[in-house]
């Protein structure tokens, strides 16, 4: 796992969320059938502002040492750091070998709307989207719907992070190039997606 700089910030970021759905188009009705295949990948866009050489060469490095698709990063999502759901309690996985878009969780504050729609949170190295709002019980148990499906099935007790979520990363192609002005201001932009 290769550490991300912080500094300079991205000054522009697209994050995106694509689904592995397969459908078949009858050519002569246009009905379709739809699959779903149950895969979803993040993916990203991300814009460094114009840098300076010394402010450059971090974000050089780390993205050298990346070496393409070969390493992986932790991309936290710049927008969403916090959840809107009170987040309150120590979430856990609740029984082992779930699969699929939903998971039973505990540990949650009582009584509360721990997620809502929207909100990020993550499972070991992979950050998932809440579907609809989630409330706990009066004993703080809660089921969440999320996409992408889960990458794994959990462990029991797995610990869920609600704030600063992050997922692992990885470039999309073996080389990003880096645009030096006359001026001596050097800028970037590459594309990442999920390393599964």
């Given at each position: 796992m290769v550490a991300m700089p912080s500094d300079?910030?991205?000054?522009?970021?697209?994050?995106?969320?694509?689904f592995v759905v397969g459908e078949t188009v009858s050519d002569i009705s246009r009905e379709s059938q739809a699959v779903d295949y149950g895969v979803g990948v993040w993916s990203a866009r991300l814009v460094l502002p114009k840098m300076t050489d010394a402010e450059s060469r971090p974000w050089r490095a780390f993205i050298n040492s990346l070496k393409g698709p070969l390493n992986s990063f932790d991309f936290a999502f710049p927008d969403r750091t916090a959840p809107l759901g009170t987040g309150n309690g120590t979430p856990l996985v609740n029984g082992s070998s779930q699969t699929g878009s939903s998971i039973i969780t505990d540990g949650w504050a009582n009584s509360e709307v721990v997620l809502k729609a929207g909100d990020l949170f993550q499972i070991g190295d992979y950050a998932y989207e809440v579907e609809s709002d989630v409330t706990s019980d009066g004993s703080g148990n809660a089921t969440i719907t999320f996409n992408p499906g889960l990458k794994a099935a959990p462990l029991d007790n797995a610990a869920i992070t609600t704030t600063n979520v992050t997922t692992k990363m990885k470039l999309t192609t073996n080389a990003v190039g880096f645009i030096t002005s006359l001026v001596g201001h050097t800028q970037v932009s590459f594309i990442i997606e999920e390393k599964i």
């Open positions: 300079p910030g991205f000054v522009d970021s697209e994050v995106t969320l694509s």
